[in-house]
């Protein structure tokens, strides 16, 4: 049994209005994956994932890569993170 674990990333660029949170939640969903993407006051978009390790790494790495066409990323961080609860899907914030 694989152990589920939890990431948070920030996404810089131009990652506001053209639709990166849906791109995100649909590329998220396909993993299996829970959390949340939500824009931040920066300009920049939070995302947790929760979820296989393996299908986390995949995520991340399409977010590294630019995510959806319409987007223009410039860099990602991110760091292991324990969620104050869990997730039972994956969401949009505002």
Known sequence: ???????????????QGVGFRYSTQR????????GYARNLDDGSVEVVA???????????????????RS???E?????????DREYDKFSIRY
């Open 1 to 15: 049994m694989m152990s589920k674990v939890c990431t948070i990333a920030w996404v810089h660029g131009t990652v």
């Open 27 to 34: 590329e998220a969903l396909q993993l299996g994956l829970t």
């Open 50 to 68: 929760c979820g296989e390790a393996d299908n986390i790494e995949q995520l991340i790495a399409w977010l590294k890569a630019g995510g959806p």
């Open 71 to 73: 987007a223009r990323v």
């Open 75 to 83: 860099k990602v961080f991110t760091e292991p993170h324990q969620p």
